[in-house]
């Protein structure tokens, strides 16, 4: 999912701070077992998304992502033993011994598949609002070889995309019957690598490896710099706050436990709104509907 | 200082069993064009991953002999180093891109070699200019055309101003119009910028006009190092499959010099009184005139193949019929517009338009990959679609395993079971793919066979394998619809052509009619006889110089008030053979 350049606030921030939004978005779901706490994460970055033009890319990775959350929801009750509230008895298995289901560990198998989901879609979000070109001026400063490295990740994804697609269409074109999965696999792992090696070529022949130190940049900062930075700053504020303070706490084991008053009810929230606030400032961007990619398109 | 300089150099790729270069003696002066010619496997992509330094840092393998580019020791310095002096740009320039915007990808090289910011924003504007790409500078990489790419991805290879560019195939994926601006555009670079210029290229009738030297490669070594019709005087001798078009008609019809491009082919025909008048027929000449050699007689049936109408369209069933087809993606223009085409059993259709002109999706939707938004599409059967890009077919591990013994017959690879896929040669790849999508007698045999794009990267020995590969498939009564950018392709393989144009047909006639009748989608050998006669192919254009020729000796023309200028200086001036 490539980054799109869309009118809106966010992508007329810096990549520094869209970087430090996604990861003050992302942090609360590493620090909180609360599901509302979890919840609120997966709808703020999806509001975000949505304000910033990206929400069908968003709600894309969400359905995505949603099976995997599931397949770890239903995994733990099998795998964890911890818990007294047994909901069902599935008798013996191999390796896993005896199986008893316990209300607790279905709980929080709810709470790591949420923990899941929230993760991916703020990555979602990264992807489609930071720049991953400004990502690699931003840290070439620091360590060019690595910012280059995540930066081709992102730039490889939809080029992996197109070709998966058209490998997709050429097994439909096969006469006889379709190949196994895992000829599938095999073949699309090489075509990977293939690809990786023609871009490592690519770079050196731009002269990749012998990058010297570029200047820093001196651009000042706008206002939707300053806004977003501010919301990054207080999500940061509210996280550690919260946590320290306890609000929100969340427990599973031996049985299910948990703070569900006002003070999680108005992190959650605050969590929600406080990273939408600077989308309120449209100034400087263009109305909805007439945005660069549209333009784009006209030419 | 020489460009490129090799001395005796060998190299061979990690675990090769033979040297893909062979005691290579070679210098490039600065400011020189030149055209790498040979056959696939000959070597040129290795020279030219050489000059770039990806041969030996990135493919490893075992160097003999010394090499230099601008001066800087190939074997001592790796590519990002010579990428100082030396610009690359390879045939897929998908994978040559990336960054994620067209001024960021320009921005990189300079960034790179720690440009201030000024001087980067000076560079990229310049590059953006002088390829004509200033308007694509703010879209993103990932939404443009195989043509836009292949020149953002130059723009990328020359924004810091090299002084030795090195291309692979560069027009392998594009249009002939942008095929032709991207070799007058090399032209220009090299002329005003004095940018040396290392071209590899298969469609030599392209480039040979702007080359000022031309190096043949055979087995990993240099056979022929000269002048452009120098080079042509060896290929008629040596390597008739590296002959232009034009040579090959003037040589078959006795003429000399070879020319370098249609400009001089059409002079030495006028020198000669050869050139037939565009409004004659040179058919009406060849059935009307004197013909002198038994030869013309011979090649009159191809010249009557070729004007030949196509066969009927309402033939019943039909291999294919589009009935006003319509392709109209939720948030772009229409690809497809309103299509109608019916193409009968057997019949051979080749489809032709600049890149983006819907080629590849109407192919996608006869194919069932797609389905139209409006429209109607019946089909006589099974449809078998050869995509662009063979390595997408191809997941075993043995070719055996790709596709039945069978359908390996058919196209020649019986005796390839047991290689790995991966270890065929482009051509052989292409073949495999196509029994793979043919199939074995156990499956249907195809009504309609569509291939799109099936010679990108092939040399001329291989396209005409190919040809006679799918001429025989035809002769069965399977219908083929091939989309192509080579015309002289389309003229071996087509009965009839079909030209696209946004999305919708805007000629469609007998390949005679069609390829003979343009600027950009002509053959050779129909842009130098103006379209006379229909000929497409130098066999038929020779035969109707020869008559034309010989109805020049009964009835002379009269003097040229204004004779053109001797195509070649030297003394022999323009013979006849």
């Not at chain 2, 009935?323 to 080749?350: F, K, N, Q, T």
Request: net charge neutral; charged share 20%.
């Amino acid at each position: 999912m490539p980054a799109k350049r869309s009118a809106s606030p966010l992508h007329a921030a810096r990549a520094a701070v869209g970087c430090a939004l996604c990861a003050a978005l992302a942090l609360p779901a590493l620090l909180f077992d609360s599901p509302l706490v979890l919840g609120a994460v997966v709808l703020a970055a999806l509001a975000v998304g949505a304000a910033a033009g990206a929400g069908r890319a968003l709600r894309r990775a969400l359905l995505l992502a949603a099976p995997f959350a599931l397949v770890i929801a239903l995994l733990n009750p099998l795998v964890t033993h911890n818990g007294l509230t047994v909901i069902a008895r599935l008798g013996e298995a191999p390796v896993l011994g005896r199986i008893d289901v316990t209300l607790e560990a279905l709980a929080y198998g709810g709470v790591l598949g949420l923990r899941a989901l929230a993760l991916i879609v703020c990555a979602a979000l990264y992807a489609a609002v930071v720049d991953p070109d400004e990502v690699l001026r931003l840290f070439r400063r620091v360590s060019f070889r690595s910012a280059l490295t995540a930066t081709l990740a992102t730039r490889m994804v939809p080029v992996l995309q197109r070709d998966g697609r058209r490998m997709a269409d050429a097994q439909r074109c096969r006469a006889g019957a379709a190949p196994s999965r895992l000829a599938l696999v095999r073949a699309v792992a090489a075509g990977a690598l293939d690809r990786a090696v023609d871009v490592a070529a690519a770079l050196e022949v731009r002269g990749y490896g012998s990058a010297r130190r570029p200047p820093r940049s001196r651009a000042p900062w706008s206002r939707h710099d300053l806004a977003f930075a501010a919301a990054a700053l207080a999500l940061l504020a509210l996280t550690l706050g919260g946590r320290l303070a306890g609000a929100a706490a969340f427990g599973a084991y031996p049985l299910l436990h948990g703070a569900w008053g006002a003070a999680t009810w108005a992190l959650a929230a605050a969590l929600v709104l406080v990273p939408l606030v600077p989308f309120l400032d449209r100034r400087g961007i263009e109305p909805r509907g007439a945005s660069l990619a549209a333009a784009w398109g006209r030419r | 200082m020489s460009a490129l300089w090799l001395e005796r150099l060998t190299y061979a790729y990690p675990g090769a069993s033979a040297p893909a270069l062979r005691d290579v003696t070679l210098c490039v002066e600065e400011g020189e064009l030149v055209v790498l010619a040979g056959r696939s496997g000959s070597g040129k992509s290795t020279l030219l991953r050489l000059a770039s330094g990806l041969v030996p840092h990135v493919h490893g393998g075992s160097v003999h002999g010394a090499a230099s580019v601008c001066g800087i020791d190939v074997r001592e310095h790796g590519p990002s180093e010579l990428a100082a002096v030396a610009g690359s740009l390879f045939q897929d320039p998908e994978t040559q891109i990336v960054m994620g915007t067209v001024r960021n990808e320009l921005a990189f090289p300079l960034e790179n070699r720690g440009e201030s910011p000024a001087a980067i924003a000076r560079g990229v504007e310049e590059a953006a200019l002088a390829l004509g790409i200033a308007h694509l500078l703010e879209r993103p990489t990932h939404a443009l055309s195989g043509g836009e790419l292949q020149r953002v991805a130059l723009a990328a290879a020359l924004v810091g101003r090299p002084r030795l560019v090195l291309l692979d195939e560069p027009t392998s994926q594009l249009d002939p119009v942008a095929g032709d601006e991207l070799i007058g555009l090399l032209r220009r670079l090299n002329e005003e910028w004095g940018t040396t210029i290392l071209l590899a290229e298969h469609r030599l009738e392209r480039c040979l006009a702007a080359a000022d030297r031309v190096i043949a490669m055979a087995d990993g070594r240099i056979a022929c190092d000269a002048d452009p019709q120098g080079f042509l005087a060896w290929a008629h001798d040596h390597a008739p499959a590296l002959e232009t078009p034009g040579a090959r008609l003037l040589a078959q019809a006795g003429l000399q010099p070879p020319p370098v491009g249609v400009k001089q082919a059409r002079q030495t025909l006028r020198l000669n009184g050869a050139l037939p008048e565009p409004d004659r027929s040179g058919l009406a000449l060849l059935r009307a005139g004197p013909v002198g050699s038994g030869c013309a007689h011979d090649r009159l049936p191809a010249v009557a193949r070729a004007s030949s109408p196509p066969p009927a369209r309402s033939a019943s069933p039909a291999a294919l019929r589009l009935r006003g087809v319509w392709h109209e993606p939720r948030h772009s223009m229409p690809i497809l517009r309103g299509v109608d085409l019916a193409i009968a059993p057997g019949e051979r259709v080749a489809l032709m338009g600049r890149n983006g002109a819907g080629k590849s999706t109407l192919l996608r939707h006869v194919a069932g990959l797609a389905l139209p938004t409006r429209g109607r599409i019946e089909t006589g059967g099974r449809v078998a679609l050869l995509l662009q890009n063979p390595n997408d077919y191809l997941v075993h591990e043995r070719v055996a395993d790709e596709a039945p013994v069978d359908a390996l017959e058919a196209v020649g690879l019986a005796g390839f079971a047991d290689r790995h896929p991966r270890d065929l040669s482009g051509g052989e790849r292409q073949r495999l793919a196509l029994a793979i999508v043919l199939g074995g007698e156990d499956v249907e045999a195809p009504a309609l066979l569509c291939l799109d794009e099936p010679t990108r990267g092939m040399d001329r020995a291989h396209k005409a394998d190919l040809a006679v590969l799918l001429g025989r498939l035809a002769a069965t009564g399977t219908a083929l619809l091939v989309a192509t950018h080579d015309p002289e392709f389309a003229a071996g393989v087509a009965d009839r052509v079909v030209l696209l144009a946004d999305g919708a047909p805007i000629a469609d006639g007998a390949a005679a009619d069609v390829l003979s009748g343009g600027w950009y989608f002509a053959t050779e050998t129909a842009r130098i006889l103006r379209g006379s006669g229909g000929a497409l192919d130098p066999d038929a254009g020779a035969a109707l110089v020869r008559a034309q020729l010989a109805g020049a000796a009964l009835d002379p023309p009269p003097a040229d008030p204004h004779p053109a200028a001797p195509p070649d200086p030297r003394p022999t001036e323009v013979r006849r053979r």
